[in-house]
């Protein structure tokens, strides 16, 4: 039986106010196997039926990782023409990927098509299989910050060409793409919030009484 004192709870509270989305890394090298340590412990995630839906990609070769980076580009002026005025002044300063810079490229998909877990949970929800992989992508953030490592998460890309460029079953579903490498800087605030494009809210906003 495992117990975890004031003292850990504190220093567990101050891990999720520390953990960041990052853009901003350094060009250093991760040690060996960080990032296969860092799947191992998403996987003890909690998951619809112990489906365990969650695949993993690391991509290392250049020419696929070109490819992402050229369709973030392609996706992101999309996106900026989607505002117009002082927003789309906002959004064009905004830096939304640490895709040239991140020593680690992982990308996540979720298996539509695995009959791990029996279809437990699924039947009539069966979005719960994406649900699992994005709590296993939680836990696998707040891991990485734990070791000093930072994690961003790039959803600026089309899902149809990253399983081109990555050759993956057409059952996955594409979920994240995430960066991986040492920040800049650490910071207890979102980038976002610093940037002044939107703030951290309290969580009455967001809680109903029935
Ligand atoms: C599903 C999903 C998708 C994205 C993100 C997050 C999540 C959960 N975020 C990061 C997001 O902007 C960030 O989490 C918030 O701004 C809050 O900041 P912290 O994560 O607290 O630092 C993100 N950030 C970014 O720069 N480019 C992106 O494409 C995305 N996409």
Redesign the pocket.
């Given at each position: 039986m495992v117990e975890f004192d004031d003292a850990f709870r504190q220093q567990l509270h101050e891990l999720f106010v520390w953990?960041?989305?990052?853009?901003r890394f350094r060009s250093d090298p991760l040690p060996d196997g960080a990032i296969d340590r860092l799947i191992e412990t998403a996987c003890l995630s909690p998951s619809v039926g112990l489906s365990q839906p969650w695949r993993f990609v690391i991509v290392d070769d250049a020419a696929r990782r070109r490819a992402v980076i050229d369709n973030f580009r392609a996706c992101n002026a999309d996106a900026l023409n989607c505002y117009s005025g002082e927003r789309a002044a906002r959004y064009a300063a905004?830096?939304?990927?640490g895709l040239e810079q991140a020593p680690g490229h992982l990308a996540v998909f979720a298996d539509k098509a695995s009959d791990i877990g029996h279809g437990l949970g699924r039947a009539t929800m069966p979005e719960t299989t994406e649900y699992s992989v994005?709590a296993a992508i939680t836990a696998m953030?707040l891991a990485a910050r734990a070791e000093g490592i930072g994690l961003?998460?790039?959803?600026?890309?089309n899902p149809d060409r990253i399983h081109a460029i990555l050759d993956v079953p057409s059952t996955w579903k594409f979920i994240?793409y995430l960066c991986v490498g040492y920040p800049e800087a650490e910071c207890d605030?979102?980038?976002?919030?610093r940037a002044k494009?939107?703030h951290?809210r309290e969580a009455s906003e967001f809680t109903l009484r029935r």
């Open positions: 953990r960041r989305d990052v853009r905004l830096k939304l990927s994005v953030w961003g998460w790039v959803s600026i890309l994240a605030q979102p980038e976002l919030e494009w939107e951290r």
